[in-house]
Structures are given as structure tokens and as C-alpha cells.
């Protein structure tokens, strides 16, 4: 099994910054891809940010890029979301996402994993 644990989330005023971050654990054989996704309140989950194996990122639009920067330390298995100048329409629930790979008794299966999402609220 794989857990993905996320942590840092909370109350910022605007202007404001906060770093997220989210481990992953379990019988984890390879991480191909992390990233971060938030979902407002009555609205879809969208991509903010994701980072390869090869440290190639990518961020969602220019809502974020320039805000927000994403990393990775692959010897701990966890990605990073720096967030900097929050803005309230900031405010979300963040989820990590992984692809990954894991080993089971028989064989090597690569799969989409979510973290159970971490509450950012950007409020004065």
C-alpha cells in the first residue's frame, strides 16, 4: 500500500506565505511523477503544479507561476509547495498526487495515488 501524507496547510493572511508538503510512503519501487492539485469550494479539482523524476516542472497558468514553486527531495520521497503573495482565491483544499509504481509479491504495478488534501485558507 501506498500512503501520500500532506502537511502545512492553515490560516495566512494575503500576502502571506505557507509550504506544503507530502510524503510518500509503502512499498514504493519507483516515482515517476509528484504534483499538487486544489479544489475550491462548488468547483472541479485543477492542477497546480507537478514535477517529474528529472525535475522538469510544470504549473497550471499564470495564476500561480511566479507565486508558487514547486521541488522535490527524492531521497525522502516528498514533495514541496512554496507558496508565496497568497491571494483568497488562494483558498482550497490541496491534494498531492504521486505516480508511482509499487512491488507486490508478484509483480510491479504503476498507479495514481491522492493524498487525503490539506486545508489552505487565505483570509484577513
Known amino acids: 500500500q501506498v500512503q501520500l501524507v500532506e502537511s502545512g496547510g492553515g490560516l495566512v493572511q494575503p500576502g502571506g506565505s505557507l509550504r506544503l508538503s507530502c510524503a510518500a510512503s509503502?512499498?514504493?519501487?519507483?516515482?515517476?511523477?509528484m504534483g499538487w492539485y486544489r479544489q475550491a469550494p462548488g468547483k472541479q479539482r485543477e492542477l497546480v503544479a507537478t514535477i517529474t523524476s528529472g525535475e522538469i516542472t510544470n504549473y497550471a497558468d499564470s495564476s500561480v507561476k511566479g507565486r508558487f514553486t514547486i521541488s522535490r527531495d527524492k531521497s525522502k520521497k516528498t514533495v514541496y509547495l512554496q507558496m508565496n503573495s497568497l491571494k483568497p482565491e488562494d483558498t482550497a483544499v490541496y491534494y498531492c498526487?504521486?505516480?508511482?509504481?509499487?512491488?507486490?509479491?508478484?509483480?510491479?504495478?504503476?498507479?495514481?495515488?491522492w493524498g487525503q488534501g490539506t486545508q489552505v485558507t487565505v483570509s484577513s
Open positions: 498526487n504521486a505516480v508511482l509504481t509499487i512491488v507486490t509479491e508478484s509483480d510491479l504495478l504503476t498507479g495514481d495515488y
Open positions: 509503502g512499498s514504493i519501487f519507483n516515482i515517476y511523477a
